[in-house]
């Protein structure tokens, strides 16, 4: 029979004023999979950074195995064998995979990969199939790739708790198979493991039990077979919400963006787009699908100035601006807003509060005033705040102590208000819960209906069959095909995504 591998309780954490979890009890038992669920800011990668040692609890313990724990850092962590796999991967690009897994050994093991060791990491590999080039360095690794190691990682120091904060937010739909079915084997060997995910439909195929944080608190704990998508929005959120996505008919107006045989060649020297040809057209979205690494990131830099291309032409309105820096095209009036995949790194700045981030995108126009006016721009940020529920101190609080998700909405928002004619989002929700997510949905419905055109680059098919006009699909940075949404299946995109004609 088994027992309790972790048991949570009246764990109370604080940061300043806010209240990240209060007084929460939580149990996983051996061979378990625990979904943990929870609109962004509700406390699950607080909790889960407590178990792991990153963070002291204020109040309350923590049993692992029936025996209380002190857990002061991860190394505490790693000799209880607890192991997280975080949302951004703690490995070293410059390093091998072999170097990696040995980079967290304690100060009295030497740091070589000896026979032994690699008969070890050899059989953990073969045991859950976790197939890793040991002399392949990170840097070259595929995001799959890197997150498999991870897991190998944790497992070669002994973890029998696992713990994955969304796992699966930049995997393909075969990556996410092959690692549901990693943790359906550490299951079946007697190992705890708890995933944090926005994704309902992953929640009801792989978990056991499903526990529902909402402001901090926990409001629920469920068994995953009495639990549908709807009754646990409604407990993440409180209240009943409405999972369909409208798709509003829209007459598409004007050509904003026309695409003509671009090609581009990324700084590792790899033509990352091939001869792509597209348009964008007034009220409509365009989806854009696609393995990870098929040329997405490089379409939206170079559109938005930020990637040079090798040949092809970017005409806006019929100019074309390719060359041209982010600055020159917006001194030109050209009203374009770029959403990037790195939101931290590109999109917003992490020491600088709510308020001086909204005004970073307008303090350099040529009308603006010479002095800075923070007026306009703390109206903005409470404004976004309140739309879309962000969960801060207020418009002073640095972005940097925001979780991931109410990050993700500072940006959208800056991004939305602009109310830009053409809008470039690449993976507009990752990280997002359900709730904020269809607001996302709902507003870039209503970019369409004010005429603007929407580049939409994602992940989830079903959500891009539901909310885009056309589809185009890339391969190896090739257009496989660009089709109707109306018209379209999620296998026939499946195929053309694995570059199978259809």
Request: neutral net charge; hydrophobic residues 40%.
């Amino acid at each position: 029979m088994s027992v309790n591998a972790i048991d949570i309780c009246g764990i109370t954490k604080s940061f300043g004023e806010v209240v990240a979890n209060d007084g929460i009890d939580l149990s996983v038992r051996e061979g378990e999979i625990l979904a943990l669920l929870g609109e962004n800011g509700s406390g699950k990668t607080t909790l889960m950074n407590m178990l792991s040692g990153i963070y002291r609890p204020d109040s309350g313990h923590i049993n692992i195995y029936g025996k209380e724990a002190y857990i002061n850092s991860p190394e505490d962590a790693k000799q209880l064998g607890i192991g997280m796999i975080h949302q951004h991967f703690k490995l070293v690009d410059v390093m091998t995979a072999a170097d990696n897994i040995l980079f967290g050994a304690s100060k009295n093991e030497p740091f070589i990969l000896t026979k032994k060791r690699y008969e070890r990491v050899k059989k953990i590999s073969e045991r859950y199939e976790l197939n890793v080039d040991m002399t392949r360095h990170v840097r070259d690794m595929s995001v799959g790739e890197k997150q498999t190691l991870e897991i190998l990682k944790v497992l070669y120091f002994g973890a029998r708790i696992l713990i994955l904060d969304e796992p699966t937010s930049v995997l393909t739909p075969q990556e996410s198979v092959k690692l549901f079915s990693v943790l359906r084997k550490m299951k079946n060997e007697g190992c705890a493991v708890i995933i944090i995910t926005h994704k309902l439909n992953e929640v009801l195929e792989i978990s056991d039990t499903v526990t529902v944080l909402r402001r901090g608190k926990s409001v629920a704990t469920v068994k995953t077979a009495s639990a549908t998508a709807q009754s646990l929005t409604e407990l993440m959120v409180g209240r009943k919400v409405d999972l369909m996505i409208e798709r509003p008919p829209v007459k598409r107006g004007e050509n904003l963006l026309h695409i003509h045989h671009l090609s581009i060649i990324n700084a590792e020297g790899i033509q990352a787009v091939d001869d792509v040809s597209f348009d964008l057209d007034e009220g409509e979205i365009l989806g854009v699908a696609g393995v990870s690494g098929s040329g997405q990131k490089e379409l939206c830099e170079a559109i938005a100035g930020l990637q040079k291309i090798q040949k092809g032409a970017i005409l806006y309105k019929s100019e074309n601006i390719e060359g041209k820096t982010p600055r020159d095209i917006i001194r030109l009036g050209i009203s374009m807003s770029f959403i990037p995949e790195d939101r931290l790194g590109m999109g917003l700045a992490a020491s600088l509060d709510i308020t001086d981030n909204m005004m970073l995108k307008s303090y350099r126009k040529p009308w603006a005033s010479p002095f800075v006016d923070r007026k306009f721009a703390s109206a903005m940020a409470r404004k976004v705040i309140k739309q879309l529920d962000i969960v801060t101190p207020g418009i002073s609080t640095p972005v940097r102590l925001l979780s991931g998700g109410n990050v993700q909405k500072v940006l959208l928002g800056r991004e939305i208000e602009a109310n830009p004619r053409v809008l470039i989002t690449a993976y507009p929700v990752r990280g997002l819960d359900i709730n904020s997510s269809y607001t996302i949905y709902n507003l870039l419905n209503r970019q369409k209906e004010s005429g603007s055109g929407v580049l939409f680059i994602g992940e989830d098919l079903d959500v891009m069959l539901e909310l885009c006009d056309r589809i185009m699909v890339l391969y190896r940075g090739k257009v496989t095909g660009i089709l109707n949404a109306a018209e379209t299946t999620k296998e026939q995109l499946g195929l053309l995504m694995t570059g199978v004609a259809i």
